[in-house]
């Protein structure tokens, strides 16, 4: 079960975040979350997590725009960078690669707490998870238990007659 990102993000509760590229992927469905501080790290998504950074890999190694690429190419939803002292800014690149994609990247100052935030949002996809199980299991009791008690009622009605 999955959220939709923008309403991931809103739960969040996070006054600071500021979307900087790919406003048209806030509709992609966020199914977790991931730390991504490298291009290798970024191969174990599996799909559908937003992936935040605090941009400690980001160097002469690795650019932001190279593990942007990797995390969506590994089919993430989103990007969250951590700005402050390993990423003073998003580059232009990765902003343009974000729009150019529909990937949202996201902006959070240093004093966000980004484990907060995972928190939450995981707690957002958890409630999502419970609600459609919730509604599933009343589903299969309004179908199935009338036929169960129709069974029921027949049988019994049947014992009365002394037909069985």
């Known amino acids: 079960m999955s959220v939709v990102l923008k309403e991931a993000i809103r739960q969040a509760g996070c006054a600071d975040i500021k979307l900087v590229a790919g406003k048209n992927g806030l509709t992609n469905a966020v199914e977790w979350v991931h730390m991504v501080d490298t291009t290798e790290i970024a ?15 980001v160097g002469e190694k690795m650019s932001l725009l190279a593990l942007v690429d990797r995390v969506y190419k590994n089919h993430a939803s989103a990007m969250v960078v951590n700005i402050g002292p390993y990423v003073a800014e998003i580059p232009q690149e990765v902003i343009d690669f974000g729009n150019a994609h529909d990937f949202p990247v996201f902006e959070v100052p240093w004093s966000v707490h980004m484990a907060d935030m995972m928190r939450m949002i995981c707690f957002t996809i958890t409630q999502s998870q419970q609600r459609a199980m919730q509604l599933s299991a009343a589903f299969r009791y309004a179908i199935f238990t009338p036929m169960i008690m129709s069974k029921m009622m027949i049988i019994s009605y ?5 037909i069985i």
């Open 43 to 57: 191969d174990f998504l599996s799909g559908g997590e937003i992936a935040f950074t605090t941009g400690i890999g």
């Open 158 to 162: 049947k014992k009365s007659l002394h």
